[in-house]
């Protein structure tokens, strides 16, 4: 973008270059404007433009945006602008929700089960969550037998497939239920304590300093 400036006023806000042009301080048409090179613009009084984005926390802060003002020291057109704190409840919902897109990452990432004195991958996706559930109920009533196989992943990420006993699926049942729940508990607690900030600057002060974690799985670091 580009705004064209007189006697240190900017005369057209910031826009992008227009394909015709009337100077409104000379009168002079140009109808193939935007075919100039950047310099005759230059030469002309257009100015570049300082449009990025302030630095801010879009989880706690917002942007006011003011008037364009032409700096004259820096030789560009910028904007005013202010960061404001979100209200408590909207930096509340934006912090929660990230907590929780990373508990479900943590749930659908697979959990590590020793199986045969083995470190396996019990895969947690939400399809192999409606396998396991239907495994372990066939185990309960006796349709699945001790010599039936089930599929793990590897630590490499390989696949391993074995024979399972019963006992063993009922077991990584509930070893999968006891790591959700424990997710689920531990996303209640940090919820309490972010409520419990009681205002959006003390909120973001406590998580960007890690005293309240929404990455306690640290699933940042995982792909």
Known sequence: MLAFVHDDSI????????K????????TIYINFSNLSLKEMYDMG???????EPDHNPMFESVE???WYYDKDNDIVKRDHTINNLPFDVALYNAYSVLMKNRVKYETS???????????VVQTDA???AKLASTRIAAENGTRSDNDIWKFKQLNGTNFITQVPNSTIIDISN????????SYNLVGQLSSNMLATGDTATLKTQIENGTINLDPWNMENKS
């Open 20 to 27: 015709s042009w009337k100077n409104p301080i000379t009168g």
């Open 65 to 67: 945006y003011g008037e």
């Open 11 to 18: 005369i057209v806000e910031p826009c992008s270059i227009p």
């Open 46 to 52: 257009w100015k570049n433009v300082d449009d990025s």
């Open 175 to 182: 070893f999968v239920f006891r790591k959700i729940q424990d």
């Open 127 to 129: 399809e192999s969550q």
């Open 110 to 120: 697979g959990f590590i089960y020793n199986f045969n004195n083995m470190d396996l």
